[in-house]
Nanobody
Framework: QVQLVESGGGLVQPGGSLRLSCAASGFYFSRYGMSWHRQAPGKQRELVAAITSAGGTTNYADSVKGRFTISRDNVKKTVYLQMNSLKPEDTAVYYC???????????WGQGTQVTVSS
């Protein structure tokens, strides 16, 4: 059974920080590119950050660049999203996604809620 389990979401004040984790099992994690996506109510799901299978290359949405950092630990089979200087506009359900390079489709996690509010 392929599983991606996100954790670390919650309620935080503007300017605060959270670290999201996504624990993977049931597939060859170290061969997969990983990414974080988010979806706010009434909006489309959008890519937040992505990292290559070996962790050598990352990319970010312009809206989070300089504030968020994606990383991975291929021994622990976990991908992280460090979120700093959080804004109310960051409020969304955050999902992790795994995909093999060159293949369409992949695996989604169940999502974790992040709410930024004073």
């Amino acid at each position: 059974q392929v599983q991606l389990v996100e954790s670390g979401g919650g309620l935080v004040q503007p300017g605060g920080s959270l670290r999201l984790s996504c624990a993977a099992s049931g597939f060859y994690f170290s061969r997969y590119g990983m990414s974080w996506h988010r979806q706010a109510p009434g909006k489309q799901r959008e890519l937040v950050a992505a990292i290559t299978s070996a962790g050598g290359t990352t990319n970010y949405a312009d809206s989070v660049k300089g504030r968020f950092t994606i990383s991975r630990d291929n021994v622990k089979k976990t991908v992280y999203l460090q979120m700093n200087s959080l804004k109310p506009e960051d409020t969304a359900v955050y999902y992790c996604y795994a995909v093999l390079p060159g293949y369409s489709g992949g695996y989604w996690g169940q999502g974790t809620q992040v709410t930024v509010s004073s």
